[in-house]
Structure formats: structure tokens, C-alpha cells
């Protein structure tokens, strides 16, 4: 099942007022720390937030680690720090990682802190504008982070949508943003790995298809995983509409005549992706290219 297959296209209009929001807010803020889901850290950041972001300073917050690779977020983790930006691991679930933000941030801006102290400003309050994709967790990191319930937080794309700040503690300010998207998924592949995790709405979903490419993308990367989950055993070749069918075999998805129900095989493998059932994947590796 090829990725282009599915054809996924969001852009909600509100999208766009957000990033000009937020151009028009960044002289306002000292640093940017930008939320990705572990799992899929170049296809759950929007291309354009460097051109946004300009010359700030930077923090990448690897969340989700608990649903990804140990040892591919660890490698992850190397890449951006190359790029001179400053990074966490969070499960927000757990608290796991939450702890670490305020000294990291604290660390990044090391030099403006300084800088605040020479010019008699000492207890000026440090403000970063929180950004990422639509369910991420980046709600739940700020309700973590400032130990109140001050951003809503739904496991629905696009929930929060005015800007609003928010007081981590007497020293730091949160400025949050609404989940932004972009115009067009140039590779279809990222547009599949977001709709993988659930960054973008299942009603505009193939589910069979997205099922499909998923069972093909788990099998060629973590195969014993599947063969653990499901008790099927199959060819490196075969396409991910025979996966499935073995799927729903193994587990007795059958309708009448013995047909498997290739829909519940389908909805049963997203879902149980989604739950971290199967495994801890990471779909993505850092690219190879000169820091």
C-alpha cells in the first residue's frame, strides 16, 4: 500500500491566522520550545517553524518517549542537540522528563539572564512561546510544566485555539499557540505518520488503506514485534493488505462463509498502534546530512 495512496490534505483556515499570530508574537518571547511526538520527530514538526522561528533560541521537547524506541529517541535527542538546540525527553503521562524544562530553558538562556542582571533587571521573568503540531501534547505539557489546568486539553487535533500565557513560576512565562499544520504534505509519507499516531482526524481517513501501509511500515522495521502481537508469520515481500488478512485470521475477525472482516482487522491494528499494545516504535531515523 503506497503512502500517496491515501491522500491526506488538512488546512484548516485558522491555521493560517495562527502563524502570522505567532510571526507578530515572537518579539515578545525569549525562546521557542517546540513539542514533537517521539515517535515520528521530523513528520510531527511543520517545515516551516525554522523560517518562523528565525534566530531565537531553541528547544526541541521529544515527547511521547514512552510509545517510542528507547534507542532511536536517544539518537534523536544527539541530532538536534548537533543543530545547537536545547532538548528534554517527556512523558507527560507519567510526569517523566516534565522536571527537567525549567532548568533546561533556564540553561538555554543563560547569556539573556545575564544580560538582564547587568541592566538591574534581575527578576525579569524569562517568556517562550510553546509551538507544535495539532496532538502532540502540548497542552498536557504546559497543565504538567505549570501544575494547574491552564490549557485545555482534548486528544482531538486543533483544540486549542486563542493564545494565551501561561505561569510556570515567578521567573517564567508560557506563551501557548494553537497546533498549526501545513498546506500541502510534500512527501506522502509524512502525511501517512500523522495520521499513524492520530494528528490528523480519522473521519477524513481509508482506514483499510492507512491500516495497510502501517502493518507494511511495522513489519519491515520491527517484525518480531508483529509476529508477537498477532501469531503470523510472513513473507518480507508481501503487501500489507495480506497482512492483514493474516491478522484477522489469526485473531478470528470472520464473517459469514469464514471472509475475514478486513475493516475490524484494519481498526484493530490503528487502535492498538495508538494504545502502544504491539511496541515501543520510532518510525523515523535522523537524516544523514552535514550539521
Known amino acids: 500500500m503506497e503512502a500517496d495512496s491515501i491522500r491526506i490534505q488538512w488546512y484548516p483556515g485558522h491555521m493560517t491566522k495562527t502563524r502570522r499570530r505567532m510571526e507578530a508574537d515572537l518579539r515578545l518571547v525569549d525562546a521557542v520550545c517546540e513539542i514533537i511526538d517521539a515517535r515520528i520527530p521530523i513528520s510531527s514538526r511543520n517545515p516551516e517553524i525554522d523560517a518562523i522561528c528565525g534566530a531565537k533560541p531553541r528547544m526541541v521537547i521529544l515527547n511521547r518517549i514512552d510509545m517510542a524506541d528507547p534507542a532511536r529517541t536517544k539518537q534523536w535527542a ?44 534581575a527578576g525579569r521573568p524569562l517568556k517562550a512561546m510553546v509551538v507544535g503540531i495539532p496532538n502532540v501534547g502540548k497542552s498536557t505539557f504546559i497543565n504538567q ?99 492483514l488478512e493474516k491478522l484477522g485470521k489469526s485473531r478470528g475477525y470472520l464473517l459469514s462463509g469464514g471472509v475475514v472482516d478486513i475493516e475490524r482487522a484494519a481498526r484493530v491494528l490503528l487502535d492498538e498502534y495508538r494504545a502502544c499494545r504491539i511496541g515501543r516504535f520510532t518510525l523515523e531515523l535522523p537524516p544523514e546530512e552535514p550539521v
Open 145 to 243: 510544566v505549570s501544575g494547574r489546568k491552564g490549557a485545555k486539553a482534548e486528544n482531538r487535533p486543533g483544540v486549542t485555539r486563542g493564545m494565551q500565557w501561561i505561569t510556570v513560576d515567578q521567573g517564567l512565562l508560557l506563551l501557548d499557540t494553537p497546533g498549526i499544520l501545513w498546506p500541502k504534505f510534500e512527501d506522502p509519507e509524512v502525511g501517512a505518520r500523522l495520521a499513524f499516531t492520530g494528528a490528523v482526524k480519522d473521519d477524513i481517513l481509508d482506514v483499510y488503506g492507512l491500516s495497510a501501509h502501517l502493518i507494511e511500515v511495522l513489519w519491515r522495521s520491527y517484525p518480531d514485534a508483529i509476529r508477537a502481537r498477532y501469531k503470523i508469520e510472513a513473507e518480507t515481500e508481501e503487501t500489507g493488505a495480506q497482512l
Open 78 to 121: 544527539s541530532w538536534f542537540q548537533a543543530r545547537g538546540m536545547a532538548v528534554i525527553q517527556t512523558d507527560c503521562k507519567t510526569r517523566r522528563g516534565i522536571s527537567d524544562f525549567g532548568p533546561a530553558l533556564r540553561r538555554l538562556l543563560a547569556e539573556k539572564v545575564r544580560r538582564n542582571a547587568e541592566r538591574g533587571m
